[in-house]
């Protein structure tokens, strides 16, 4: 079974840009997660996403958008980048949310604001 | 205030010896799971070991096993006979269900370095 896939693996953006990085669950699995990685914040959860709908949400500025298809791949959108933003970002999947299911997570996606 | 504190940012250890990484959570809820995972230089996390806050017996995975202390909000991980693949970031994470939704809580991590 093929695991989480997240692309681009790495982008670079100039501040004032938008970004849009696409999440590929484990087949089978609904709930898909994002997280921002940051050296100094650890990993931050953005929201969670379980049948196309967002079940839940982290503290995190309205720039920073997400959605779920109906094959429960995921996109995540930044508008407006800020240098800030730099970080890596982190897709998680399970079976469904609000359990003690592990998640999966991808490789992630390098994103650099310049 | 929902906080995971790991307060070694950086942590060695000799080949085939243990080691113990720390941390400490604050919640109020009653109900709520820990976990610790591994982020090898690749960057793909996984799961090493899962605690349910309502066992106290402590979980155990091969060579990886915690201390929970639930009074203390303890809940450290212990690697025997560390091996080079070893090496990698290691997240102390809880989840917690609160307002109707569950929320996961990370720490900083701790960078564990295996010396040969």
């Known amino acids: 079974k093929a695991g989480v896939t997240q692309t681009p693996r790495y982008l670079i953006k100039t501040r004032g840009q938008q970004v849009t990085l696409s999440c590929s669950p484990i087949?089978?699995?609904?709930?898909v997660s994002w997280y921002q990685q940051t050296p100094g914040q650890g990993l931050q959860f953005l929201f969670e996403?379980?049948?196309?709908?967002?079940?839940n949400k982290g503290n995190f500025p309205g720039r920073f958008s997400g959605r779920q298809f109906s094959n429960s791949r995921s996109e995540m959108n930044v508008s407006t980048l800020e240098l800030g933003d730099s970080a890596l970002y982190l897709c998680?999947?399970?079976?469904?949310?609000?359990?003690?299911?592990?998640?999966?997570f991808g490789p992630g996606t390098r994103l650099t604001v310049t | 205030a929902q906080t995971v504190t790991q307060s070694q940012p950086e942590m060695s250890v000799q080949e085939a010896e243990t080691v113990t990484l720390s941390c400490t959570y604050d919640?109020?809820?009653?109900?709520?799971?820990l976990f610790w995972y591994k982020q090898p230089p690749s960057r793909q996390m996984i799961l090493v070991i899962r605690?349910?806050?309502?066992?106290?017996q402590n979980a155990t995975e091969n060579r990886f096993s915690v201390n929970f202390q639930k009074a203390a909000k303890s809940f450290s991980l212990k690697i025997s006979d560390s091996q080079l693949g070893d090496a990698a970031m290691y997240f102390c994470?809880?989840?917690?269900?609160?307002?109707?939704?569950?929320?996961?809580?990370f720490g900083t991590g701790t960078r564990l370095k295996v010396l040969a």
């Open positions: 998680a999947s399970s079976t469904q949310p609000g359990t003690l299911y592990e998640q999966y």
């Open positions: 994470a809880y989840r917690i269900k609160g307002s109707g939704t569950y929320k996961y809580i």
């Open positions: 919640t109020s809820e009653s109900d709520y799971y």
């Open positions: 605690q349910e806050a309502y066992k106290q």
């Open positions: 087949s089978g699995h609904r709930s």
């Open positions: 996403y379980f049948s196309e709908t967002q079940r």
